[in-house]
Structures are given as C-alpha cells and as structure tokens.
C-alpha cells in the first residue's frame, strides 16, 4: 500500500466553471435533457476538474456529486427511505429515484435538508431505521476512479464521508422507536464499506479518503468508541488501500487520538480553523508512523494565503508524523473556481483573492517547498503576494460610529408592550398568513434586470418594468386573500448580493458561483473594507408596493449575521465588529423605512444557526456578538413597528435560547420537511412572541394539498395560540415557478381560514 500523498486537496467544486452542471440539471428535470445528455456533461466537469488538479502530487476522486455528497452515499448503500418505493424498471430509474429523495415526487415528500457544519452548504439528512436494509447499491466511487485512471492520472484516492459521520449525521427513520439511534447501525453499515474498499482495492487505488468531520463536533464516549471499532475493523482488512482519515470544519479533539491508536495510514487535519492542532501534534505519540495531511490553505475563504506562515506551520510538524503532506484545510467546493475571469473587479482587491484553482497552485507551491524542490519559488511567489496585495479599506466615522455604540441602542421595549401598540395599528386576523419575501422569478424579471446591469436598459425603462412586476405580485396576493403582502423583490439577484452591491466595504464578482444545494447556486459578496450605507436601498420599491394596496407590506432587509454567513469576510478584524458595521447600516435602512410608512419590517437571519462553532464550549462568544448584532439593528424601531424575522434549514434546538434572544416580534421558521420539530423546542423555552412555522417546502417543486397543509398547521397549533401563530413558506419562493406556487399559497389561505372558523 502507497505511503506518499504529497500535494493534495480534499475535495473541488462540482458545479462547473460556468454552472454547466446547474443548467444540465435543470433542463433534465424539465425533461428537455436526457440522462445520457446529463452525465456526459458531468463526466466534462469531472475531466476538467483532473485537469485543474494535475499540478498536486494527489488528487481525489468520487468528490463530484450530481447534488449532495451525502445522499450520494445514501445511494451507494442503498439506504433509501421506502416511501420512494417500489419505483419503476425504465431506463433511468436510479437517478430517478436519486432526484426523488433529493426533491421529492408527487405522493412522497423530500428527505429533510439542513445545513454542512458552519457552511452555507445544505446537505440531504438520512433516515435510518431499524429496519433499513444496507447493501452496495452501486460503484461510483469505483467507476469515478477508474475513469481518472483511464485519462492518465496516477495518483488519484476516491473519496466520500465515512461510515461513523454519516450515521451521526442521520436522523431517525419515521416510525422507529423512541430510543433507536442510527449509529446502532454501524456494523452493517461498515460490512458494505468493507466490500466497497476490497472493490477499490482491486482495481488499483492506493489511497482512500473517508470524511469524519462530525467528529469536529463534541461527541460522546460511545460515539468515539463507535469511532474506534468502525477504523479498526475497516483498518485490519487484508485488500483494501490505505487509508485517509480526514477531520474539516474543526478540531476533532479526542477523536484525533482514537484515530492515532487504529491501524490507518493518514489522518487530515484542518489547521486554518484550528491552527493550535499544530501544537498538538507531537503529543500523539500514534502518528510517528502515519501520514499526516496538513490543510494549511484556507478551503472556506477566499483571500490569499499567507504562504511563509503556512510552510512554517508544516514545517513545525517535521519529526512528529511519518510522511508529511500538504492540503487544503477542507474541499474547496465552498469557493469559486478561477480569481482570473473577474476582469471587473477592483485590481486592489483581486491582488488579495485566491479561488479554487489559485489555492490549488499555493499547495502545489508549498508541496514542493516543503520538499525542498521550490523554495526560490516560494520565495519570489511571496514576494510577489507582498507587493501587489494591500489591507482592508478603513472608514474612520464608521470605526468610531461601533466604538460610540451602547446597551441601551441593542434594546427594545418589552414585548408585551409592543404586541399591543402593533396589534392596535395593524389589527391582524389570528393565524394570519403571509409569505417569506421573494416571489418566482420570471424569465423577463431576469432578462430586465440582467440588461440593466449591462447598460442595455435605462433607468427609467427598467424601474417602469420592477414596477410593473411589483403590481402583478401585490395583485396576486390580494386575489389570494394573504393578510401581509409583500413586494416580490424583482429586483434583487440574492438577498445578500444585492445589498452587497450597495454598500461601500463590498465587492461582487461576475463569476464567483458557489454550490449551496443541488443546482441552487449563489455569488458570496467579498467584505474586503470598513461598511456604511450612503444611501437608502429598499425604501423606494417598499413604498411603491405599499401604495398598492391598504394591506400592510412588509420592508425586506437580510440580517447582519446572515449577510456575513453568506459573504467571504475578510479575516483582519473580530467578525463581531465587522457585523456590528453591518448592522448600523441596516439599522440606519429601518429608520427611512419606517419613516416612509412601513409597518412591518423583516430582518432575515436565515443563518444564524449556519456560523455555530462545532464545540459547545464556542457557543456563548458567537451567540453574544449575532444576537447583539442583530438587536443593534433593530433597537432603534418603534414599539408600534412590528419587526419580522426568517431563519433557514437548521438545527434550531441548538440556538433556540438565541432566537428568543433575537427578541423579534415574529419569527417565521423552516418546519415543514421536519414536520414541525422545532415547536418542542421553543415550548420548551417558554417562548412567547408571534411565530410562522412553515408549512410549504419550498425547496421541492411538489405541490402540498391542502390537507397536507390542514395537518401542519394543526400540530403547530398544538404548541403556539392563534394570536401568535403565522402561516407561511419556510422560505422565499424565488426558486419556485408559479404554475407551484399559486396553487400552493391558494391551499395555505384557505386551510388557514378554514382552521380560523
């Protein structure tokens, strides 16, 4: 079994340098494609991904997905729930049945999606049961193998989460007992792994990569143990390859010791997030025989690395370890591709950027520093970064505005105080409905905007067609009977870049797509500088929309946590003060709006789950500065102005004393994929302000009827009375067409009526 690494990343985005996979997808789903159409523009992606990473010593395979590398393995064990079968015997039917668990069929809803770690990047959550059966369904790592080989790489290590992570990351098949656990499973579970690696093994592959990242987490003695058994059994196999161990996102603590006393030959250890790991190292006396795999590039961030630092840090753990590597600090699937083809942005700021292929040629670069084979490069590569990089741009009225900033301007009046000025002003029915923000997106909405941006039409031509979409939503949602509209936001590309392109301290690239599930992509601004607002955004189209109609609508901002989760930040200053800049330029934008009029503003902090540190012990610093951030936002409203906010796929029980420390009049929450799982939490806290648990999943294309609906809102008003209980999507309908959502929001009004009477 090979002992050498080298060079290497643990992973690569998949989506294409130009989202081919995105729009391959989606003309397969809308059955303009076939699915031979699909997989030959998968296999391009694949082949150009070999191409990009031939400079490494090593390169992994099976890191392409078609949606989510979990449910890939899901697949792979054959692990899917029975409501997506029996299914039929045509041609096509695995990939059918692959979509299926990922988006849902007319009588069978998704499988539950939530958030990678603290990344923006959702995965498929699997169901596992008692009685789930486990066998090798398939062989894509083995053929993805076979076909780098075939195109002439010698070095290439398949690649996919391993078999103790993606039991902890699944949930409790529907109907299984109270007390059954999935990792109990584990042994079945680690038998088709066993087979899958003897597989491997025979076709040729010296290395396999198995991702154990849940162990970043905090995790149990029997969870460890669970760690230990699975490493030993798969270490003692007589045909496999050797075996890597990678840990991302974290310091995987105690696991890292359990690892060094099994019989694999590598371990990956994230030393960005975690640099003090470096420290640790010598004191693990089991890895003097394996290989160690430092990811000293940044996989998450997008700024140049620090390449004398780096080496240093390798350097360090020379005699400690047997064989020494270099690598990213996780996959780099959570960066754009290529820094290059941003000709329009600020050189100042493309001087200290690095994308997919940029960190690629660093750990090439410090690959063969290390082996003493580049070190004039390395130094002339420096020197180089010196130069042409340059530091954050700073704003002294912004620096001293945080400084300036005290308790009482993070606090509103008591709530029950406030409940009444807003029910007085709004006078809302119970159960009253509404949506998330955005509407479906149209081809035209797209095309406007799009020519807009490119100067092929005016302002005044382009602000008559928002406006006219804005018209055909608001009268949409009146024909509807929605109780509070809003204005479909046509004109916002992202929730995030669009406020990004506004406020000074930001920039945003053409092509910096990055995959957040299946083909949903997004652009991550670049916080490179001090924040500030010179100018309302929103107040324009909000109160055009309100003019529309005698219901109230609501003003649409994104939170200051959320527009950092889903930005790349830069990496010089405490991410509490820069969010603190974020926030006094929302709260400045909630002052106009409400001087205009509006009565109902939503500040979405879609991720405040997302950016939880994996430890515990982490927690309460982060939680102070989101929540302080988002209060900062706030505290200038009204008592009589009712503030709104959204959160996203998440784990909610694990911030839930947060969200009521949001102190937001309403939350509106993802709840239908988990059937209302949330409520227990937040009855168990007490908590007593305006709630929307969702009833409508929007990241499906399946159409709910409206008993589905009846049933949810029944089991949420099980735990929330109707004067506090909203009914509306779990998110935005952006992605959503409207053939879906019309029906869909015409079965919310009236199962919400119905539940009134």
């Known amino acids: 079994m090979s002992r050498q690494i080298g060079s290497t990343v643990l992973g690569y985005p998949r989506i294409g340098p130009r989202r081919e996979l995105k729009k391959a997808l989606e003309a397969h789903w809308a059955g303009k494609s076939s699915a031979e159409e699909l997989e030959a523009v998968a296999a391009d992606i694949r082949a150009g991904t070999r191409r990009d990473l031939a400079g490494l010593d090593s390169q992994p395979t099976g890191t392409f997905s078609y949606y989510d590398h979990v449910a890939d393995v899901t697949a792979l064990l054959d692990a899917v729930p029975p409501r997506f ?16 668990i990922a988006r849902g069929t007319r009588s069978a809803p998704p499988m539950e999606m939530t958030k990678w770690f603290d990344t923006n990047y959702h995965y498929l959550v699997p169901e596992i049961g008692p009685d789930t059966t486990f066998r090798l369904a398939e062989r894509t790592p083995v053929e993805h193998y076979t076909e780098a080989v075939a195109d002439g790489v010698t070095n290439a290590r398949p690649a996919l989460v391993g078999p103790v992570s993606y039991l902890l990351l699944a949930k409790p098949a529907d109907g299984a007992p109270e007390s059954f656990e999935p990792l109990s499973r584990l042994d079945d579970v680690v038998a088709v792994y066993e087979q899958l690696l003897a597989e491997l093994a025979d076709v040729g592959a010296a290395w396999v990569q198995l ?50 006393r099994t019989d694999v030959e590598g371990v990956a250890l994230d030393l960005v997030t975690s640099p003090d790991l ?41 005699g400690s370890v047997g064989e020494l590597a270099v690598s990213s600090s996780c996959s780099l699937l959570h ?13 100042a700021v493309t001087a200290r950027l690095a994308f997919a292929r940029e960190k690629v040629a660093e750990i090439a670069l410090l690959g063969r520093a290390l082996t003493q084979e580049g070190s004039d490069e390395l130094r002339r590569a420096v020197s180089d970064a010196a130069t042409a990089g340059g530091a954050s741009v700073r704003d002294e009225a912004v620096r001293a505005r945080v400084a300036a900033v005290e308790p009482g301007d993070r606090t509103r009046a008591d709530y029950q105080v406030r409940s009444k000025a807003q029910a007085d002003r709004l006078g809302l029915p119970d159960l009253a ?30 602000t008559a067609r928002m406006r006219g979409e804005i018209e055909r939503v608001i009268e949409l949602q009146e024909n509807l009977g929605l109780d509070v509209l809003v204005h479909g936001e046509p004109e916002r590309n992202d929730m995030v870049q669009y406020f990004a392109d506004t406020l000074p301290g930001f920039a945003t690239t053409s092509l910096g797509w990055v995959q957040s599930y299946g083909s949903r992509c997004v652009r991550p601004p670049i916080l490179h500088g001090d924040v500030s607002r010179p100018e309302p955004i929103t107040v324009d189209w909000a109160t055009y929309a309100q003019s529309l109609t005698p219901k109230p609508v609501k003003g649409m901002l994104t939170g200051p946590v959320t527009i950092l989760a889903w930005s790349f930040v830069r990496d010089d200053q405490p991410l509490g003060t820069t969010a603190d800049q974020v926030a006094l330029a929302l709260r400045d934008e909630i002052a106009d709006l409400e001087q205009a009029g509006i009565e109902i503003i939503q500040v979405d902090e879609a991720a405040l789950r997302e950016l939880l540190p994996p430890r515990r012990a982490d927690w309460g610093a982060y939680l102070d500065w989101a929540v302080g951030a988002f209060r900062l936002a706030t505290g200038g409203a009204a008592d009589t102005t009712q503030i709104h906010t959204h959160l996203c796929y998440s784990e909610f029980g694990d911030v839930i004393d947060a969200i009521d420390g949001l102190d ?22 007490g908590y007593s302000r305006g709630v929307g648990p969702g009833v409508y999943d929007i990241h499906s294309p399946r159409v709910p009827s409206r008993e589905e609906i009846a049933a949810l809102i029944a089991e949420a008003r099980r735990a929330v009375p109707d004067d506090r209980l ?32």
């Open 85 to 100: 079968r029996p299914h039929d015997t045509r041609e096509g039917t695995a990939l059918q049945e692959y979509f299926a």
């Open 211 to 260: 991702d154990e990242s849940a162990f970043v987490q905090d995790r149990s003695e029997a969870e460890l143990d669970a760690l230990r058994r699975a490493y030993e059994r798969l270490g003692a196999l007589r045909n496999r390859p050797s075996i890597l161990v990678a840990s991302a996102y974290g310091d995987p603590g105690p696991a890292l010791d359990v690892l060094a």
């Open 278 to 318: 470096a420290d640790r190292v010598a004191g693990v006396t089991g890895l003097r025989d394996k290989t160690l795999v430092a990811g000293v590039v940044d996989g998450r961030n997008v700024w140049r690395s620090d390449l004398p630092r780096a080496l240093s840090r390798v350097a360090s753990l020379l």
């Open 335 to 347: 960066v754009p591709y290529d820094v290059s083809v941003e000709t329009a942005l600020d050189p």
């Open 433 to 462: 409905t509404t949506t998330i923000g955005s509407f479906p997106q149209t081809s035209d909405v797209r095309k406007a905007r799009a020519d807009h941006a490119a100067g092929r039409l005016g302002e005044a031509d382009y």
């Open 664 to 685: 937001a009049d309403v939350t509106t929450i993802e709840a239908a994929r988990s059937r209302m799982e949330v409520l227990a939490d937040l009855e168990a806290i």
């Open 726 to 757: 909203w009914i509306n999507p779990d998110c935005g309908l952006k992605t959503r067409g409207y053939a879906e959502v019309e029906p869909t929001l015409q079965a919310m009004v009236e199962a919400a009526q119905e539940a009134r009477r």
